[in-house]
């Protein structure tokens, strides 16, 4: 394998491998996406005899296991690196990626993210390695990644708990390492975490879930995927792990994996809905939503990481930043795989354009998260992030025609309405337009409805993501 990278210039096939230039190991990797033309790989570095050749790859820290992930049904070539930049973002580790382009066999194969597999390691997941003799005592609690998902090419310890039938994995350490005695224990705590969840002390902080998890980290992951509606979250690709008692080795959620058809982008189980919670399908986190503990704590951080983190300005100035790499190569991957305006399984929109793939997805996260802010369970003060903003109406009175100016403080889509001074609709100047942070104006001529709008006082509504925020007299002469 040889990685061309020229920092800030322009990188051609015929530069020198500068970012690795040497042997891999490679194979093909994924279950339901193995039905694409586009393939995704898994990838060991090598030296010449074989052996693990731990490298940094694009800036990436030092490891030996990689992922080239294949966007294909996501056209927009960034759900996965957005939701793992935004977990990342409040504040846990989740699998760094770098978009490039890959050419493989001398075929031009498109747009691919290196992205890190999930594993233990000081860099990635960062818990006590477990060897063969840790078998007893502090030792054999910890650190195990577990993780609930498809049998595909697994050959993992597993079981189905005793009380919601979830399918677990041991996902580290791997089969041929994992002790009797280690196997025994990690089944044996999620089978009382599980079994003191549904108990009727559930709620109590001694004798009930919480002394078996970091709450914090359910938190976060129960926003990150409800945040982009990801409807395999909870059941596939999900992981977990728990570190030694000495190290706070409570059960820990995460790393966050395969967000491919997660933002509004499929046709099934609601998907491309932008309102629901996916927990409620799934046994542990519709038994954690009736503690109201939890639901609190869960408003709670809501509210904080919307004003920061999770604002709808940081959120889609990350879109823009990630779509910006793509530029360019977005239109070689859209020659090489002519996908955009056709169906792809299990594709709800389909854009004719790249812009269009991307303005689907800001619409459709604005409008995800302001069903949440609205929605999410728990009590606190209500959140708004359109408390404050400028909208003037001129002239008023008006003759044929006026001009409504507004400046918005979050981007945000805006719907216009008329009515006449009885709350009949009369026109309907806008409906869902998507628009930027800043100053905007919208003129309405009259004309345009063949000038049967007759002079008297109507009402103006301006909503936005479907919720009113104001009304303002308008006088037709």
């Given amino acids: 394998m040889k990685i061309i990278d020229n920092g800030d210039e322009r990188n051609y096939l015929t530069d020198p491998a500068n970012g690795y230039n ?223 008692e000495s190290n706070n080795g409570k059960l820990t959620c995460g790393p966050v994996w395969d967000f491919n058809i997660a933002f509004g982008n499929a046709d099934y189980r609601d998907g491309y809905t932008t309102d629901g919670l996916i927990a409620l399908q799934h046994a542990w986190w519709d038994r954690l939503l009736q503690d109201t503990i939890f639901r609190n704590a869960l408003k709670t951080r809501w509210r904080e990481v919307r004003k920061g983190t999770l604002s709808n300005t940081r959120v889609l100035d990350m879109i823009d930043s990630l779509t910006s790499l793509l530029d360019e190569s977005q239109e070689r991957n859209f020659e090489k795989w002519n996908t955009l305006g056709k169906y792809v399984w299990p594709n709800y929109y389909r854009g004719l354009t790249y812009e269009d793939e991307i303005r689907f997805l800001k619409s459709w996260i604005i409008n995800r998260m302001n069903w949440l802010d609205n929605h999410i369970p728990g009590n606190d003060a209500e959140y708004d992030p359109f408390v404050e903003f400028e909208a003037t109406v001129f002239p008023n009175p008006c003759d044929y025609f006026f001009t409504f100016v507004f400046t918005l403080e979050e981007a945000g889509n805006v719907s216009l309405r008329l009515y006449d001074s009885g709350g009949r609709w009369i026109a309907e100047l806008l409906h869902d337009a998507y628009y930027e942070k800043g100053k905007h104006k919208i003129v309405w001529n009259s004309f345009l409805h063949g000038n049967r709008v007759p002079g008297q006082l109507y009402i103006l509504e301006f909503r936005i993501n479907g919720r009113t925020v104001l009304k303002e007299k308008v006088i037709k002469k």
């Avoid at 000081?122 to 840790?134: A, E, G, H, Q, T």
């Avoid at 196997?183 to 999620?190: D, F, K, V, W």
């Fill in 22 to 244: 040497g042997k891999i190991s490679i194979e093909l990797r994924g279950s339901t996406s193995l039905i694409y033309p586009k393939k995704q790989y898994g990838l060991e570095t090598r030296n010449e005899d074989g052996s693990n050749n731990n490298v940094s790859l694009l800036g990436l820290p030092d490891e030996n296991d990689w992922v080239l992930y294949a966007p294909y049904a996501d056209k927009s070539l960034i759900r996965n690196v957005l939701a793992y930049r935004l977990s990342e973002e409040l504040g846990h580790y989740a699998p760094r990626t770098r978009l490039c382009e890959l050419v493989l066999n001398d075929l031009y194969q498109g747009v691919y993210v290196l992205t890190e597999k999930i594993k233990r390691d000081k860099n990635r997941v960062d818990i006590s390695k477990l060897d063969p003799d840790d078998i007893s005592g502090d030792d054999v609690t910890g650190g195990y990644i577990i993780k609930f998902d498809k049998i595909t090419g697994s050959s993992t310890f597993s079981w189905a708990t005793e009380i919601a039938d979830i399918f677990t994995q041991v996902e580290y350490p791997g089969s041929e390492e994992l002790a009797p005695e280690q196997a025994a224990y990690i089944r044996n705590y999620i089978n009382r975490f599980e079994e003191a969840l549904f108990s009727d002390l559930f709620t109590d902080p001694l004798y009930g879930y919480r002394q078996f998890i970091d709450l914090n980290s359910f938190l976060d992951y129960f926003i990150i995927n409800e945040l982009s509606k990801n409807i395999d979250a909870y059941r596939l690709s999900t992981f977990m792990f728990k570190d030694k």
